[in-house]
């Protein structure tokens, strides 16, 4: 008996369906994380007296006050059906997942499929605006 044919769409699919599901069950103590943290990275990125480096350094001392597991937690929120694109646009221009520790991935080859640990976010079918 052969295994069925499991394409890489149909792992993304169930990673996303997992996150989604272990989100809406977690919903109250997750939910007002990620949206502080959208707002606080979305109102350093906007504030005008500050220089671009300043910015970066201001991003660097948040992404350091996150433990290995909310980063992980903050990557599937991101690139699951919760995360909005604005955030995820921020999050690739800081650097807020710079740090990330991959091996905790749930499949670090898809990953690395979909997201460039140095770049960011791969232009693919499913991430397209």
């Given amino acids: 008996m052969t295994s069925p044919n499991i394409t890489d769409e149909f792992i993304r699919d169930y990673i996303q369906d997992t996150y989604d599901r272990f989100f809406e069950k977690h919903q109250d103590q997750f939910g007002h994380y990620f949206r502080n ?10 504030t005008t007296v500050l220089e671009s480096d300043e910015k970066m350094n201001l991003i660097r001392i948040l992404r ?4 290995t597991y909310e980063l992980l ?8 059906t919760r995360g909005t694109l604005k955030f995820k646009k921020l ?12 091996d905790l991935l749930i499949n670090l080859r898809l990953h690395t499929k979909f997201y460039d640990f140095k770049e960011g976010l791969k232009e693919t079918k499913f991430n397209k605006a």
Avoid: C, D, P, T
Wanted: no cysteine; hydrophobic share 45%.
């Fill in 37 to 46: 943290m959208y707002h606080i990275v979305r109102i350093i990125h906007e």
């Fill in 64 to 67: 350091a006050q996150l433990s």
């Fill in 73 to 80: 937690m903050l990557f599937y929120n991101l690139h699951g």
């Fill in 91 to 102: 999050a690739e221009e800081y650097r807020l997942l710079h740090k990330i520790q991959k």
